[in-house]
């Protein structure tokens, strides 16, 4: 299973607000997970990634929170700002034994909008 | 400049028509995608190329050519447009699997 589903699919909040972005996948050998912030009319951008060694990175206001367990893995956005308008994808890589020649399975985005 | 460019930007091409969206990055990656972008279903992956002549399908490929001849190029060509194929493209680049891929600024192609 390549699938990637992610929720919610659009989320408001207000200045200082803390978003939260979740995602779960179903495939064992995905092993590198990254999110793209995707401005309009614009190509999507890395914005933070997370290997499953580790349960938590941050990066600045962003954190990621990542459960092998459950197959999940979150994006927070501490503090939240207007210019943090954008949309959000997941995404996940990776194939046990072999090469993933760095193919992305992308989850279906969230847009996100930050109110003054 | 650096980095990976598509033309054209926009593309409005009638159905049946052959249409070619180009990609060129100048990092030298070997691995090069193709994605298009709709509503509701986030990036999907069109084609995929590990290195110059190594090309495969990915998601969703029906309809769609690539070739890969030098390594900074990528080219994408819907060889009979249908509307179904109204979309954003995007191209990207990396070094290897586990690192950032770098994305164009993307096509907008309508088909009427």
């Known amino acids: 299973q390549q699938q990637v589903k992610q929720s919610p699919q659009s989320l408001i909040v207000q200045k200082g607000g803390i978003p939260i972005i979740n995602c779960a996948y179903e495939?064992?050998?995905?092993?590198?997970f990254p999110w793209y912030q995707q401005f309009p009319g614009k190509g999507p951008a890395l914005l933070i990634a997370i290997r499953p060694d580790v349960s938590e990175k941050k990066e600045g206001r962003f954190t990621i929170s990542f459960n092998k367990s459950a197959k999940q893995f979150s994006l927070h956005i501490m503090d939240s700002q207007p210019g943090d308008s954008a949309t959000y994808f997941c995404?996940?890589?990776?194939?046990?034994?072999?090469?993933?020649?760095?193919?992305?399975?992308f989850g279906q985005g969230t847009i996100l909008t930050v109110h003054p | 400049d650096a980095g990976i460019t598509q033309s054209p930007r926009y593309k409005i091409t009638e159905t049946g028509r052959q249409v070619t969206l180009m990609c060129h990055q100048t990092?030298?990656?070997?691995?090069m995608f193709w994605y298009r972008q709709d509503l509701g279903h986030g990036l999907r992956l069109i084609y995929y190329s590990a290195a110059a002549d190594i090309t495969d399908k990915g998601e969703v490929p029906d309809g769609y050519v690539v070739s890969r001849s030098k390594t900074e190029n990528f080219p994408l060509t819907l060889e009979s447009a249908t509307r179904s194929q109204t979309s954003v493209y995007f191209c990207?680049?990396?070094?290897?699997?586990?690192?950032?891929?770098?994305f164009g600024p993307g096509t907008r192609l309508t088909v009427t």
């Open positions: 995404a996940a890589s990776g194939s046990a034994g072999g090469t993933s020649y760095g193919k992305l399975t």
């Open positions: 990207a680049s990396t070094i290897g699997q586990g690192y950032e891929q770098y």
């Open positions: 495939n064992t050998a995905f092993d590198y």
């Open positions: 990092w030298s990656h070997s691995y």
